[in-house]
């Protein structure tokens, strides 16, 4: 599975790995360490905890390392293509009001920024699309209509 990042996401999630690799991993043992001394483990609630704890730490740190090895980085498209591709930020017109949006992998969409995810029904329905074509998407309240009015 690729991963669509930019170089700047990519080195966010490299930090964050050596964290969880490290620092979360230690605190995790030391918590382990703690419960265990407790005795019994079977009603340790502080032993379950930390032992859920430890596999969401792993669980992270398995996908964090799925992205980076598999990391495809989002270059800024070739200007004048004229195309949405992924990494391109272009505006819209709906009822008369524009919005920018720009397409990005899944893992940085923030809808509520304009980021918008090439896997989402509207980033799906914007790609390789032109200046001037409108574009109709269907969404939980119904269809959407846009018109592409800019491409960088």
């Not at 740190?61 to 070739?78: D, G, L, S």
């Not at 293509?81 to 920018?100: A, H, L, M, N, Y």
Request: charged share 35%; glycine share 6%; proline share 3%.
């Amino acid at each position: 599975m690729e991963y669509y990042l930019t170089a700047e996401r990519l080195e966010e999630i490299k930090k964050e790995l050596e964290v969880l690799k490290t620092e979360s991993r230690l605190e995790v043992a030391r918590r382990l360490k703690r419960a265990k001394e407790l005795g019994d483990l079977s009603e340790n609630s502080e032993y379950i905890e930390a032992r859920e704890e430890q596999g969401r730490v792993e669980r992270q740190i398995f996908e964090y390392e799925q992205m980076t090895k598999n990391a495809v980085i989002i270059t800024r498209p070739k200007p004048n293509t004229g195309q949405i591709q992924i990494g391109s930020t272009f505006d819209v017109e709906k009822d008369g009001k524009t919005t920018r949006f720009t397409i990005v992998g899944s893992n940085e969409a923030r809808p509520e920024t304009g980021l918008i995810s090439n896997e989402s029904p509207i980033g799906k329905a914007f790609l390789d699309k032109h200046v001037g074509d409108k574009v109709s998407v269907k969404v939980p309240a119904g269809e959407v209509s846009y018109k592409i009015t800019k491409i960088e």
